[in-house]
């Protein structure tokens, strides 16, 4: 298993652009999150999924879009990219609320700068 | 709502050392998990040790453990035989039952000097 991969790295970004990041997970598991990271700070919740085809915002949704089309994938998205956007984007996944205390498990972490 | 607060910006430890890292939050939850992640430079959060919170019993993994203090809201993490290898940015985290939404801490950078 992979676990949670998340695509790109790094990027740069204008202000204004925009961009998907990637985040794929091969566990089969329900719940996906994604998270932000200021620096200094702790992770941030902006959406979460609890299974295809529903999703919902967390603490810091502004500016952000995401889908859940199918099990394994929860892109986000960025329409109009802001220097206050500039973080580290990880991706999570669990099992399922169910069980809630299961382990989450991350993603490598997108870092994003928009210029 | 919940909050998790680590009052320790920065600790650093002689290799082979105990280190203490302080944790306290706030919920009016009865029934929660708290866990202790890990963030090496390499930013992968990396889960250390997890504690239910109707369980007395501190856990423990190697050389990771817990004083989970329910009445005080308190949930430190003592590093024993600390490690080169355990430098690293440490979070403390906060789950309600009721759902499966993380909260966490600002996070204490462990510095394990040779």
């Known amino acids: 298993n992979a676990g949670v991969t998340q695509t790109p790295k790094f990027r740069i970004l204008k202000i204004g652009q925009s961009m998907t990041l990637q985040c794929t997970q091969d566990?089969?598991?329900?719940?996906m999150y994604w998270y932000r990271q200021d620096p200094g700070m702790g992770l941030k919740l902006i959406y979460y999924?609890?299974?295809?085809?529903?999703?919902d915002k967390g603490e810091v949704p502004n500016g952000y879009n995401v889908s859940r089309s199918t099990t394994e994938d929860f892109p986000l998205r960025l329409e109009l990219a802001a220097p206050s956007q500039t973080s580290v984007y990880f991706c999570?996944?669990?099992?399922?609320?169910?069980?809630?205390?299961?382990?989450?498990?991350f993603g490598p972490g997108t870092r994003l700068l928009v210029l | 709502a919940q909050t998790v607060t680590q009052s320790q910006p920065e600790m650093s430890v002689q290799e082979a050392e105990t280190v203490t890292l302080s944790c306290t939050y706030d919920?009016?939850?009865?029934?929660?998990?708290l866990f202790w992640y890990k963030q090496p430079p390499s930013r992968q959060m990396i889960l250390v040790i997890r504690?239910?919170?109707?369980?007395?019993q501190n856990a423990t993994e190697n050389r990771f453990s817990v004083n989970f203090q329910k009445a005080a809201k308190s949930f430190s993490l003592k590093i024993s035989d600390s490690q080169l290898g355990d430098t690293a940015m440490y979070f403390c985290?906060?789950?309600?039952?009721?759902?499966?939404?993380?909260?966490f801490g600002e996070g204490t950078q462990l510095t394990v000097n040779p």
């Open positions: 566990m089969n598991h329900n719940y």
């Open positions: 999924s609890v299974g295809a085809g529903i999703t």
């Open positions: 919920t009016s939850e009865n029934n929660y998990y």
């Open positions: 985290a906060f789950e309600e039952t009721s759902g499966s939404r993380l909260t």
């Open positions: 999570a996944s669990s099992l399922t609320f169910r069980t809630s205390g299961e382990t989450q498990y």
């Open positions: 504690q239910e919170a109707y369980k007395q």
